[in-house]
């Protein structure tokens, strides 16, 4: 017998069966590293593939890889698309929405806090004084109280400025806005903030917030600003009373206008009429004379050769045209004492010659 | 269990990475990182990147925030150069300038409501309530833009401000003061809208006094335009007239050659015309030429 046979079974009877237990516990440890081999594999591959990321279309990302933006100025900002990156804390990615129009909203000077605003809160109960640590408004250039509210939408321009530079670009809007309606109202009326000069008084506001983000570099470019305005709640009626003065001094006007207008044209026409009448009769009176001196021209030789003769028979002429046109001829017999005429004071209706009562 | 050439790499990679965390910290873009040394400062690393430690808790790393960072400062009543009382309140922007001396004065602490802010707070306001007690109420709104001054003196605000802080050890430098709420007293509103409520009804009579005027002013002004339009028509019409008449005169000058006859012309054209239409002519019998009707009289007895 070998005692270096490993077939053969060791001596006393144990040493074969912790053989085979090392084994089997060989067996299972290759098998578990195996596993962990495969799980280390997927984590590593997991790792890797975490550093995947979308840049999509409305926002830029920037990338920092130890804490340092990976390219400079603009060359920093990663484009739309699918990108790549170590994952944490190698490489951090920044997104930041660039195109798509964001809003900021004033919190000073409305009665209502932004926060009111947004549930929908209803007015506040008109107050005959005004509390500065509760209420808020703005003053007018005379002194008057006005409540004023703005919104901006504004789009970032320069992500990296906007990120990097301030811990809250956002509430620089918003205290731009507040900032801008005070200066403005400052500046205008109360009548020129409510109804005048309202498109100036925006225009200010929005020229005011755009001087204030330029000139901190922002990096945002403000679209739009909208405002609105409200009397004091407390005086509310009385400003609708102007309006409704303003209402009505416009509608006599516009009466006015109209009577002016109506009148002048009938004016302009009866004037018309009047000269086209003169100028009618003037011709006719020329054309008159002249038919008269042409027919005087004509008849000078025969009234010449014998007046009398002439004078008759243009009598005559004109006679047999008069009787035969006349609408109605009376013949007076002969030897009569008397005739009656009945005359109507209204026209009669057209039938035949009057009747005549010798 | 055998050495593979994997289990070698993961280890390794493991040793380094916890190598990198005990020996190096890293420093974002716009932050400052303050390496302490058993609390003393040693370091201040401002630039982003990679930076090498000592490991915890010989070397400690703070990191502060540089950007600009904001706060609201507490509305003041503030008695202005000319006696008028005014609300005033102001929104503050600020950087940390000196990382060290931030750190010395306040720690880590640069968020909302913290000491830092609280003191900036402070010395903003004193700076807020000195200017602005120099001017007038008209420097702040006036309808007068020549007159007003209010970003001067939000300028002024700011350079004080920024005076007084160099002059401390605070670390950071103010960026800029903006002036966000302007508010009156309150019992002064209640005058106000006393005043308001007065000037409202000065300017409803008025617009009613003016739209009447100037409806009045309307209505005169389009008489008159009518009136004249009328009379110069009519004046038109005398000249046209005049014209005729001078024609008619030439006329005449040929008629006057034989005055008889040119009568006779116009007076049996003027009886012709008069009786050419709807006349009733009542006749007897010795009526030229109907006497020649009456048969048993002779021919040659007119009438």
């Given amino acids: 017998m070998n005692p270096q046979d490993p077939n053969l079974p060791p001596p006393g009877g144990a040493p074969p069966a912790e053989d085979a237990a090392s084994q089997a516990l060989a067996e299972a440890l290759r098998s578990s590293f195996f596993i962990v081999k495969i799980i280390m594999v997927g984590l590593v591959l997991v790792f890797l593939g975490s550093g995947f990321f979308t840049v999509r279309p409305q926002e830029r990302a920037i990338k920092l890889r130890l804490g340092k933006p990976v390219g400079q100025g603009s060359q920093a900002l990663l484009n739309p698309g699918p990108h790549w990156a170590w994952p944490a804390p190698i490489d951090e990615v920044i997104k930041i929405p660039t195109t798509s129009l964001t809003n900021a909203d004033s919190t000073v000077g409305w009665y209502l806090t932004a926060e009111e605003r947004a549930k929908g809160a209803a007015e506040p109960p008109p107050a005959p004084q005004l509390n500065p640590a509760t209420a808020s408004y703005a003053l007018s250039a005379d002194t008057n109280i006005v409540h004023v509210k703005a919104t901006a939408k504004y789009h970032i321009t320069d992500p990296i400025a906007f990120h990097f530079d301030f811990v809250d670009a956002p509430a620089f809007i918003t205290n731009a806005l507040n900032n801008a309606l005070i200066v403005a109202a400052g500046e205008f009326s109360v009548d020129a903030i409510l109804s005048s000069n309202r498109s100036a008084f925006r225009e200010r506001v929005q020229q005011r917030v755009i001087e204030l983000t330029d000139g901190e570099k922002l990096g945002v470019s403000v679209d739009q600003v909208d405002v609105d305005c409200s009397a004091p709640l407390y005086l509310k009626a009385k400003f609708n009373e102007v309006n409704q003065a303003g209402i009505e001094r416009d509608n006599l006007l516009n009466l006015a206008q109209s009577y002016k207008t109506t009148n002048v044209l009938h004016a302009i026409g009866e004037a018309t009429n009047r000269v086209n009448l003169a100028e009618s009769a003037r011709k006719r009176m020329v054309t008159m004379i002249e038919a008269e001196t042409n027919a005087f021209l004509r008849l000078r030789g025969q009234y010449e050769r014998n007046p009398e003769l002439f004078k008759r028979i243009r009598q005559m002429a004109v006679l047999e045209n008069v009787y035969t046109n006349v609408e109605a001829k009376i013949m007076v017999p002969p030897n009569s004492r008397e005739l009656r005429f009945q005359l109507n004071r209204e026209p009669q209706a057209p039938t035949s010659t009057a009747p005549t009562q010798p | ?303």
């Fill in chain 2, 1 to 303: 269990m055998k050495r593979t050439p994997l289990t070698l790499a993961v280890a390794f990679v493991l040793i380094v990475i916890f190598g990198m965390m005990l020996f190096f910290y890293q420093v974002r873009k716009s932050e400052a990182a303050i390496v302490t040394f058993f609390g003393k400062v040693v370091h201040v690393k401002t630039d982003p990147g990679l930076g090498l430690r000592l490991p915890w808790p010989i070397e400690n790393i703070t990191k502060l925030d540089e950007r600009i960072q904001n706060f609201d400062g507490k509305a003041d009543q503030i008695k202005l150069n000319d006696q008028f009382n005014l609300l005033l309140s102001v929104y503050v922007g600020y950087q940390i300038s000196d990382p060290t001396n931030f750190f010395q004065k306040w720690g880590s602490g640069s968020l909302p409501d913290s000491q830092a802010e609280r003191s900036l707070g402070d010395l903003v306001r004193s700076s807020k309530n000195e200017v602005a007690g120099r001017h007038n109420f008209s420097d702040f709104i006036s309808t007068d833009l020549q007159q007003m001054k209010f970003t001067n003196i939000e300028r002024e605000i700011l350079e004080d401000a920024q005076r007084r802080v160099k002059g401390t050890n605070f670390g950071v430098d103010i960026k800029f003061i903006q002036i966000k709420k302007i508010a009156l007293p309150e019992s002064v509103t209640k005058d106000v809208f006393t005043r308001m409520t007065s000037e409202r009804e000065t300017f409803i009579s008025r617009i009613r006094s003016d739209g009447e005027t100037e409806a009045t002013k309307i209505k005169s002004e389009a008489d008159k335009q009518a009136s004249l339009l009328l009379s110069d028509a009519d004046a038109q019409a005398r000249i046209i007239q005049g014209e005729g008449e001078a024609e008619m005169m030439k006329s005449l000058e040929i008629l006057q050659e034989n005055p008889d006859l040119a009568t006779f012309n116009m007076q049996i054209r003027a009886l012709e015309q008069f009786l050419q239409k709807k006349a009733t002519l009542v006749l007897d019998l010795s009526t030229s030429p109907l006497q020649w009707l009456k048969m048993s009289e002779p021919a040659n007895k007119d009438k």
